[in-house]
């Protein structure tokens, strides 16, 4: 086994491609491992989807029938089980279970939940590693209240972004999206990300329903996936005649995925994430990064991310409470100086949560395991 330059390493995960979470983990966590001078293979279970250029030649497709775990570190990534997964059992090496947190069944219906009960069950994969990291307080919680692992074998890595991307915006295209979208002279909150049930749209839009007496310059922009399933397509035309009924579907925009979300931050008055569940969230991230304060819902790990008292980024409402959430979100609309003091208090609590911290603290797990 051996730890510093030549030290192998293998990455494996269920899916990877751009637009998801967990891969942009997996890249990041590829990128910082090889400029430490490890040798490092990404190992996919299904087809990958779009890569990015610089790594497409450590990542392969493979079968679990045809892989032996031999690296001096074997890490599995673990945002659902895989058949892949279980190559942590038979591995030679140390081994890291990197825990991405699972969704409770009953949160989304719809959706495959024998597959998330049975990725539940099998956290039981974690001891089976050297050490199992966690993407924030709450999934090492959640990794420890589903697999009955000890504090003691877990650590804690919050995923990276990369603030630059969000920084300081071309003025002039930013008008000409704003006119695009025919956002002109509107009031935008802001949700980036999956268009699903848990993920609580029809509280937003239920929001912007309430607030359209006092705020009828207010608009709701929904940026990510809206036909990538069938639940998916038919949860957005739910969210589309619930809006129709409230007399708001002129305020309320999706655009599907999109090249880059960095743009729309820019639009936005404030973020707001109403999910009931969440292991980590990205984009309340890319958002301090962004100068824009935030409105999230107090459930997962949005709490520790937000911050709390002269540290927050934003503010919290009681999870599923539409009159909670209606509150704190006038409360942002109304008292600019409020907002503003969010805004700047997000923006330096963002670098906490950069690539740089990130680098940091994955090399430094990684070498715990190695030796």
Partial sequence: MGDGPGARIDILIGDLRLGDAASHH????????????????????????????????????????????????????????????????????????????????????????????????RTNLAWHATLAVATSPYTAAELQGHADLPASSMGIVPLGVDLATFGQPDAAAIVQLRRTLGLTGRKVMLYVGRCVEHKRIDLMIETLAALGPDQPDLALLIVGDTDSTVEIREHVAALLAQAETLGVADRVLFTGRVPSVAPYFALAEFYLQASQHEGFGVPLVEAMAAGVPLVASASGAMPWLVGKDEAAAGLLFAPGDAVDLIAKVRRLLTEPELAAALAEQGAQRATDFGLAAFNARAVDVVHTALT
């Fill in 26 to 121: 997996v890249f990041d966590l590829a990128r910082a491992l090889l400029t430490e001078g490890y040798s490092v293979r990404i190992l996919v279970n299904h087809r990958p989807g779009p890569l990015p250029d610089d790594l497409h030649r450590i990542i392969s497709q493979s079968h679990p029938a045809d892989y032996t775990p031999d690296a001096d570190l074997t890490i599995v990534e673990y945002p659902i089980w895989y058949p892949l997964a279980d190559k942590i059992t038979a591995a030679s090496g140390a081994t890291l279970f990197w825990y991405h947190g699972v969704t409770d069944p009953a949160l989304w219906p719809g959706q495959d939940t024998d597959l998330l009960a049975t990725s539940i069950a």
